[in-house]
């Protein structure tokens, strides 16, 4: 194999697919790129078994061929070269050596058959997006997924496609949902699919604000993200959702209208307090008041009070904070709605006037 390329563009193309790179060691050959020249462009692959991405990049191919190489290492090699044109060659005994002005590299590789092989890309089912609609949609639910490894059903946003587009994500603990109208796709495809974390957390990677639409790709037990240069492949989460909806809040009979801004800066300061300790951050409600209030055992205690629309009786309920600026840190809009009816039942947030988007967070004990 021999290539030459401008660096920047083979930096970034490799930057692109270190987030699946398996560091675990478990497979030594999954922390290694597929670097595979042919025609006029070169492929890069990066996989974990479960996610991987497939990148292509314009190059000039003296010679085809592939190699696999340590996937870090050539990427910190990369990082630390001045912007000038590469030239990389890979021997017989897959020894790549890159070369930049008079810098010179070489590395040990391994044989292109000892890597996963790339799944196919077409066929199944498909419909497009717009970047922008798919970016906001996964914002406003991925950090709802739940960390807990036995919990596996929950490790990714259901995505369901039916008479309108929805994610739905939880931890047990709260629980977000957004939806689109089925305008904002193109196709006839119907679906429900959970999508794992790290794929979703990969796609954010790789969306850029621009008019482009995605095109999505169901393919057997797999999900397909097609972009421009670049193409994300996962394996779904085949596991029964739970019935989220039996969650959501019917009879709250407590309205509470406040100003984003404000309640998130009320519940940064007051958090300062707290440290690691993940104590509750309680929540007093007052005609027209809410007073915020962290204590720590240890260090004393900080309180602040916002103004808020609230007409109904007095009442305390206690919170993660975290899991309140996560939902307020997914929303533009200026004014948020809260609908509760007691300090132990979950309690439904959304924008105000707006019910396409609700976190629905159960309460802490105070």
């Avoid at 000039?60 to 590469?86: C, M, Q, V």
């Avoid at 808020?308 to 533009?332: Q, R, T």
Wanted: with cysteine; charged share 25%.
């Amino acid at each position: 194999m021999h290539i030459r390329i401008e660096k920047d563009s083979l930096l970034n193309a490799v930057a692109q697919t270190q987030g699946v790179v398996e560091t675990r060691k478990t497979l030594p050959i999954l922390s290694h790129i597929l670097l595979e020249a042919l025609d006029n462009q070169i492929i890069l692959f990066c996989t974990d078994l479960e996610v991987g991405i497939r990148v292509a990049i314009e190059a000039e191919i003296l010679e085809p061929g592939a190699i696999t190489l340590p996937a870090k290492r050539f990427y910190d090699i990369l990082r630390e070269l001045s912007p000038s044109p590469l030239k990389i060659h890979a021997d017989k005994d897959l020894l790549l050596t890159i070369r930049c002005e008079r810098a010179e590299f070489r590395l040990k590789g391994i044989s292109k058959e000892e890597f996963p092989q790339m799944p196919a890309l077409e066929g199944g089912e498909s419909f497009s997006i717009p970047k922008k609609v798919l970016k906001d949609m996964i914002l406003k639910t991925i950090f709802a997924v739940s960390t807990d490894q036995t919990r596996y059903s929950l490790a990714g946003v259901f995505f369901q496609i039916k008479e309108d587009m929805q994610m739905v994500a939880t931890d047990g603990h709260r629980l977000a949902i957004v939806k689109m109208p089925r305008t904002e796709i193109v196709g006839e495809l119907t679906k429900d699919a959970i999508i794992p974390r790290k794929a979703l957390s990969e796609i954010l990677k790789m969306l850029r604000d621009d008019e482009e639409s995605t095109v999505v790709r169901f393919l057997g037990s797999q999900i397909i993200f097609q972009f421009q240069h670049a193409t994300l492949i996962s394996r779904l989460i085949e596991e029964q959702f739970p019935n989220y909806a039996a969650v959501i809040p019917k009879a709250a009979d407590k309205k509470v209208i406040l100003n984003k801004e404000h309640l998130w800066g009320a519940l940064k300061r007051t958090s300062a307090i707290v440290g690691e300790r993940g104590a509750p951050t309680k929540i007093e409600l007052k005609k027209n008041q809410m007073i915020v209030t962290c204590t720590n055992m240890d260090l004393g205690e900080a309180k602040e009070s916002i103004d808020v629309e609230y007409e109904e009786e007095d009442l305390s309920i206690g919170f993660n904070a975290k899991y309140l600026m996560d939902f307020l840190g997914a929303i533009e809009e200026e004014r948020v709605m809260m609908y509760l009816s007691d300090s132990l039942s979950p309690t439904l947030f959304q924008p105000l006037g707006r019910d396409s988007y609700q976190c629905v967070i159960m309460p802490m004990r105070i």
